[in-house]
T-cell receptor, first 115, second 116 residues
Framework: DSGVTQTPKHLITATGQRVTLRCSPR?????VYWYQQSLDQGLQFLIQ???????AKGNILERFSAQQFPDLHSELNLSSLELGDSALYFC??????????????FGEGSRLTVL | AQSVTQPDIHITVSEGASLELRCNYS??????LFWYVQSPGQGLQLLLK??????LVQGIKGFEAEFKRSQSSFNLRKPSVHWSDAAEYFC??????????????FGKGTHLIIQP
């Protein structure tokens, strides 16, 4: 158990809809990362938050947005969903801004299926 | 921008045999390198990391990796694999941007199959 909790584990929705994925980081971790894993693209970094502030942005579409709340949990919002958005979305957390570079703790993922 | 290449999409190894998974990276400065493992239905778990110093690093579950700057490689090895090692293995590189930690760049992964 990594200590990172993601909900929901599975989600099926239709094209054009909007969904929200939720992540609770490990206790005490300030950084939250979102990744998308698909068969064709592999594991893609989407966005990172550190203590409520956006820290880095990767291959995140404009239809997607995220935020980190004061209690450090994070949400990833996916809107105007397309078939190609079907993927496994991972949240990961880490302890600090530089002392634990790359040492991420991953949740079990949220599997999104867009029909 | 940094990139990671894992040349082998699938590797099949007999139980008890040795294992080497290849990883090549492209990064302008000294990289931070990692190997992660993803078991079926699970998230990724850190196996080992290289920041600096000794180029041979030990990880969990009996894995080790060797950093070779001249070859831009960070290959993962295990002397004797167990059936429970069947999983997806990801090599990753982390940049460092002035006091912040950015997201890892992962390779495409190598799927390890263990034959009895």
């Amino acid at each position: 158990d990594s200590g990172v909790t993601q909900t929901p584990k599975h989600l099926i929705t239709a094209t054009g809809q909007r969904v929200t994925l939720r992540c609770s980081p490990r206790s005490g971790d300030l950084s939250v990362y979102w990744y998308q894993q698909s068969l064709d693209q592999g594991l893609q970094f989407l966005i990172q938050y550190y203590n409520g502030e956006e820290r880095a942005k990767g291959n995140i579409l404009e239809r997607f947005s995220a935020q980190q709340f004061p209690d450090l949990h994070s949400e990833l919002n996916l809107s105007s969903l397309e078939l190609g958005d079907s993927a496994l979305y991972f949240c990961a957390s880490s302890g600090g801004s530089s002392g634990s570079i790359g040492e991420l703790f991953f949740g079990e993922g949220s599997r999104l299926t867009v029909l | 921008a940094q990139s990671v290449t894992q040349p082998d999409i699938h590797i099949t190894v007999s139980e008890g045999a040795s294992l080497e998974l290849r990883c090549n990276y492209s990064y302008g400065a000294t990289p931070y390198l990692f190997w992660y493992v993803q078991s079926p239905g699970q998230g990724l778990q850190l196996l080992l990391k290289y920041f600096s110093g000794d180029t041979l690093v030990q990880g969990i579950k009996g894995f080790e990796a060797e950093f070779k700057r001249s070859q831009s490689s960070f290959n993962l090895r295990k002397p004797s694999v167990h059936w429970s090692d069947a999983a997806e293995y990801f090599c990753a590189v982390a940049p460092y941007s002035g006091g912040g930690a950015d997201g890892l760049t992962f390779g495409k992964g190598t799927h390890l199959i263990i034959q009895p």
